[in-house]
């Protein structure tokens, strides 16, 4: 469809190269610009240079550390950040509140007039400072199997111009440009004019209790918050250019499905065409081949009209009347085959677990599948179960929620200070790129800070190409290391455009 670059599905996101110091950098044939007007084009360029290096070394460091989820162990992180925030002298609190797992939150205080953490949220709204900004971040990485990568998954290697490391893209890299932004902050002396806390938080990759024991129980250090800025959004680099820079302003709601088919068991020698087993696999058939309707939302039709410029001729008509190109049969059968457009217009099914017998020669009375479904905001999971249960027809499988408490989407609105702050410094590293608003296809936990009344965005300093993206919760999972070198000093314009005075 000529649109394999929209909205690639769950990528660690905006990855950008600024040299240091000079007008422009010529990269990979490309000419990105230094953001000329920008906080950080007034940092004298020897410690810019030393910053890039601190992200490399600290990016390596940081890498090393395992903390697989399950079972996490972020205190091992924790340790991480606040060795390196003790030695900036940068205000931080950290909390295990369970063995081995825990949180990490810090804090540059506005310029005029320090305040103790607990009355922080009741003297900014007395006196009418602006509300603070929170950098959030995710310390736990998904597993990895060492035998399919290139370099140990935990080395922190640098290998062809390449970070290795399982959370390279997810995303301990934004987390280290982060930490970097808090210590430039520091260093620099920057003014501020509200509050800037940073938030390393456990657990996002499984069951998201490092973000739910910090709201429950150090709300107040959130300090009623206005904005955060989180993992998110996307910027493609393809055939050497940004397509566009993405900011996710909200995302699609994981409703997972436990499938389970019931049979006859006996020997593996007498085979029984009613097993749990061949019920299973024939309704997983007829799930795999199920298609849920297309829809379309606001952010989406907006998104793909921003577009419509850079597709060829026939694309851009059908970007720039969406409602009525999904209607058209050609069409629907070009969005089946674009993963990145696809999840964009409909909820989503994946097959992602199965499990039967534990001997071969044993028919199990039961067999077991799982499904990782993707609500579109406003849909509505009752009719996802109930559309799913129809397509299996069959009475000996069962199908159920494995989510404990179904999450409602929400999103962020775009008029405020700090969206026009992205869109600004994105301007200026990226000139002539459309910054568009996005929905992502994997579930942040903005949507966890965005009822406490926080503008919440996925936003991320770095480009990567689709065949980096890729590796993200999959094999081989790097980045490049000239990104990390560049990616905080965009970040840091960012924060200071929308905290700085």
């Given at each position: 469809m000529g649109a394999n670059w929209v909205g690639q599905a769950g990528r660690?996101?905006?990855?950008?190269?600024?040299?240091?110091?000079v007008t422009a950098l010529v990269f990979c044939g490309v000419i990105w610009g230094e953001g000329p007007g920008m906080a950080s084009s007034r940092i004298p360029a020897d410690h810019l240079q030393q910053y890039s290096a601190l992200a490399v070394t600290w990016m390596q460091e940081y890498l090393r550390i395992d903390t697989t989820n399950p079972p996490g162990k972020e205190m091992r992180a924790v340790e991480f950040y606040k060795k390196i925030l003790d030695q900036e002298g940068i205000e931080n609190r950290a909390f295990e509140y369970a063995p081995g797992r825990g949180d990490l939150w810090a804090r540059i205080p506005r310029t005029e007039g320090e305040k103790s953490p607990t009355s922080a949220a009741k003297g900014a709204a007395e006196m009418?400072?602006?509300?603070?900004?929170?950098?959030?971040?995710?310390?736990?990485v998904v597993t990895s199997d060492a035998s399919h990568w290139k370099v140990p998954p935990f080395s922190g290697k640098i290998?062809?111009?390449?970070?290795?490391?399982?959370?390279?893209?997810?995303?301990?890299?934004?987390?280290l440009a982060q930490l970097v932004v808090m210590v430039?902050?520091?260093?620099?002396?920057?003014?501020?004019?509200r509050d800037v806390i940073l938030l390393a938080v456990a657990d996002e990759e499984?069951?998201?209790?490092?973000?739910?024991?910090?709201?429950?129980h150090q709300r107040e250090l959130l300090e009623n918050a206005e904005f955060l800025i989180n993992e998110g959004g996307e910027n493609l680099l393809e055939n050497g250019k940004v397509k566009y820079v993405g900011v996710d302003v909200g995302e699609k709601t994981t409703?997972?499905?436990?499938?389970?088919?019931h049979g006859r068991p006996g020997h593996g020698s007498r085979p029984n065409p009613d097993s749990a087993p061949n019920r299973l696999v024939r309704a997983l058939d007829r799930i795999v081949a199920y298609r849920t309707p297309l829809r379309v939302l606001p952010v989406v039709d907006e998104f793909l009209r921003d577009m419509a410029p850079y597709e060829p001729p026939e694309q851009a008509a059908?970007?720039?009347?969406?409602?009525?190109?999904?209607?058209?049969?050609?069409?629907?059968?070009?969005?089946e085959k674009d993963e990145a457009l696809n999840f964009l217009l409909r909820d989503t099914i994946s097959l992602t677990m199965m499990g039967g017998s534990e001997q071969t020669n044993v028919i199990p009375p039961e067999a077991w599948a799982n499904l990782d479904v993707r609500i579109l905001p406003g849909g509505d999971p009752k009719a996802v179960l109930a559309a799913v249960r129809r397509v299996v027809n069959d009475p000996n499988v069962t199908v159920e929620p494995l989510n404990a408490e179904f999450r409602v989407a929400n999103y962020s609105g775009t008029d405020n200070s700090l969206f026009t702050a992205i869109r600004e410094v994105s301007g200026k590293y990226f000139p002539g790129t459309p910054v568009v608003p996005h929905i992502t296809s994997g579930y942040t936990e903005n949507q966890r800070y965005r009822p406490l009344g926080i503008a919440s965005y996925g936003f991320n300093p770095y480009t990567a190409?689709?065949?980096?993206?890729?590796?993200?919760h999959g094999n081989d999972e790097r980045i490049r290391v000239e990104e990390v070198r560049r990616g905080p000093r965009i970040l840091f314009d960012v924060v200071a455009a929308v905290a700085g005075k």
């Open positions: 660690s996101m905006g990855r950008s190269a600024v040299w240091l110091g009418g400072h602006p509300r603070p900004i929170i950098l959030l971040n995710h310390m736990d290998r062809d111009g390449y970070l290795w490391g399982r959370g390279a893209q997810d995303m301990k890299d934004e987390g430039m902050l520091k260093r620099e002396k920057v003014a501020l004019d499984a069951d998201g209790t490092g973000t739910d024991w910090f709201i429950g409703y997972w499905l436990h499938v389970v088919a059908e970007y720039r009347n969406i409602r009525k190109a999904i209607e058209d049969k050609k069409f629907q059968e070009e969005v190409t689709d065949e980096e993206g890729n590796t993200e």
